[in-house]
């Protein structure tokens, strides 16, 4: 089979940032610098490649860039409207086939040669080694001299000031510090169970049990637990 991806060729540089050059596809960020790849057929439209763009944000609900071609990237905030940018993120770690795309995919010849490609540059990037984390700040930040006046310790039954019971899911919302000594006196976001909204976008069910890069509450433990994005690989479609 003629190999017209060369693995020489399998980057491009786009305004200063390596870029893989089988387009057109989404790239969603898992966490910082590790992306998902979905290759889309050649043959498709920009709208075509534009509609499934925006129903994988809707239902992903994690950052996600469509690069149409070298000069056609459209960013597709998980939130908030799409923009056209110079150049995709700068990625480190790619996977691809894992996330599940929003219509099935028919593959072709041509995309047969793209994925490849992407899955030889899956495997050097895999034999480099090294691991990926999560967020390890949480997402926290540094809360001003005012919010630390105003959420600074415990209510009565223990729990941090800031974070109230979600009436409906019975876990906890809100911002708090947080307590663990590694994080000691950030500012955290927690998310109850309503708020996960990281959905698989083909079989529509939730990606994982909380929220994605997000944390939540363990009232059983007193602390606030962070939920990488890579646990949306654990999710599995039902049998249809
Ligand atoms: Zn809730
Ligand atoms: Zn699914």
């Known amino acids: 089979m003629p190999q017209l991806y060369a693995q020489k060729n399998a980057f491009i540089l786009l305004n200063g940032v390596r870029a893989f050059s089988g ?3 989404l790239m969603t960020c898992i966490v910082r610098s590790f992306y998902h790849f979905i290759l889309l057929p050649k043959h498709w ?6 509609e499934m763009a925006r129903l994988q944000v809707l239902r992903n609900r994690l950052d996600t860039w469509l690069v149409f071609n070298k000069e056609y990237i459209i960013k597709h905030p998980a939130y908030g409207p799409p923009e056209k940018v110079a150049a ?3 990625c480190t770690i790619f996977l691809a086939d894992r996330l599940m795309p929003a219509r099935e995919i028919t593959v072709d010849e041509d995309l047969k040669q793209r994925k490849a490609q992407l899955n030889k540059v899956i495997e050097n990037v895999t034999e480099q080694g090294g691991y990926v984390t999560g967020d390890l700040n949480k997402g926290g930040r540094r809360p001003s001299p ?3 006046r105003k959420i600074k310790g415990l209510q009565p039954d223990r729990v941090p ?3 109230k019971r979600c009436p409906e899911c019975g876990y906890y919302r809100g911002e708090c510090l947080d307590n663990n000594p590694v994080h000691k006196g950030l500012l955290m976001k927690v998310y109850c169970r309503c708020q996960n909204d990281n959905l698989c976008a083909r079989c529509g069910r939730l990606l994982a049990e909380f929220k994605l890069n997000a944390n939540f509450y363990e009232a059983k433990t007193g602390s606030i637990l962070h939920v990488p994005g890579f ?3 654990r999710h599995k479609c039902p049998p249809s």
């Open 23 to 25: 387009f057109p596809y």
């Open 45 to 50: 439209s920009r709208e075509t490649c534009l």
């Open 88 to 90: 995709p993120p700068a």
């Open 146 to 148: 005012k919010e630390v």
């Open 161 to 163: 000031k800031g974070l």
């Open 231 to 233: 646990c949306c690989f």
